[in-house]
């Protein structure tokens, strides 16, 4: 009797560790951007307010759905994640979770995130959601990572997905206005994470992957992040352009777009880690403050 108190107050002890371990298979940080700019695009998709249990239930199922596409590139790039250091503290590497768990994991989260949309959003949001998981847990993870050095421009489709996902979920369709909000993020999907990979290139090579910097060196990934932050200055634009926004957006776009691009053509002229790690955190702060701005502006307007 005393044996069996004891292992289960050991048991007890530990399942706050399991369950951080569980939360950090969905890569929290990444869903939380995805789920904001999710919910900007339920906010832009109506002048009025989003009726309550689609705005809760709609980001209920995106972030599950999301957490549990994290889990599964997690299981998938387990053996790449033990060799970088930037990885190896993820809870398959460390030998906290096995891969069983994790598959169990993620179709019990994914599968009721589906679940969450398909009864209580509507079904487009549901399919939408559920091929941006394929995206990315399938097309990107499995198949397009170890291919290209391209890999992270295609498979941002995936990434660029959030968006639309809260326009459906509020509007029952795919606008014009949603795809704007999509280009946005898939121009700026490649200087995001190509700056990131840019001080990380020892990582890549070690883990064998064929990233940009990897296979083509740094002078030519530096180039292709200041033109891709030209390409993302002016989609920023075409909501202006669109009518989508107005002057209070536009004047936020010149201004970030202006700081993304000095901070990259910084980068271009006199290349360090520092500086590209700076520049990989201000991308998520451009990102963010963009759509903020876009939310703002909605709802002056209106």
């Not at 993870?141 to 421009?153: A, D, F, G, R």
């Not at 940009?212 to 990934?221: I, K, M, N």
């Amino acid at each position: 009797m005393i044996k069996f108190l004891a292992l289960s107050t050991r048991s007890f002890s530990q399942s706050p560790s399991r369950i951080s371990s569980f939360v950090a298979l969905t890569k929290p940080r990444v869903v939380s951007l995805i789920v904001f700019t999710a919910v900007i695009g339920m906010l832009l998709a109506t002048p009025g307010a989003v009726p309550l249990p689609i705005l809760l239930a709609a980001t209920l199922g995106i972030a599950l759905v999301a957490g549990a596409a994290a889990a599964v590139n997690c299981l998938v790039e387990q053996k790449i994640d033990a060799r970088m250091r930037r990885t190896s503290w993820r809870p398959l590497p460390r030998g906290e979770l096995t891969p069983l768990e994790t598959v169990v994991f993620a179709g019990a989260v994914g599968g009721f995130g589906l679940w969450v949309l398909v009864h209580y959003v509507n079904a487009l949001t549901m399919w939408l959601t559920l091929a941006t998981f394929v995206g990315y847990a399938v097309v990107y993870t499995v198949i397009l990572k170890p291919l290209t050095p391209q890999n992270i421009v295609i498979g941002g489709a995936s990434g660029a997905m959030p968006p639309v996902l809260g326009w459906a979920a509020v509007t029952g369709e795919v606008s014009t206005e949603a795809l704007l909000l999509f280009l946005i993020i898939f121009a700026w999907t490649p200087p995001h994470f190509w700056s990131l990979a840019l001080y990380r290139t020892e990582d890549y090579a070690r883990a064998g992957l064929p990233m940009l910097p990897v296979t083509h060196g740094r002078r030519f990934t530096l180039l292709y992040v200041l033109l891709y932050t030209l390409i993302l200055l002016a989609c920023s634009l075409f909501p202006f352009a669109y009518g989508m926004s107005g002057w209070v957006y536009l004047a936020a776009a010149l201004v970030l777009g202006g700081m993304f691009l000095r901070y990259t053509l910084r980068m271009y002229l006199a290349y360090s880690d520092a500086l590209a790690r700076r520049t990989f955190r201000f991308s998520i702060t451009y990102l963010s403050v963009l759509f903020a701005a876009l939310l703002v502006d909605h709802y002056l307007r209106f």
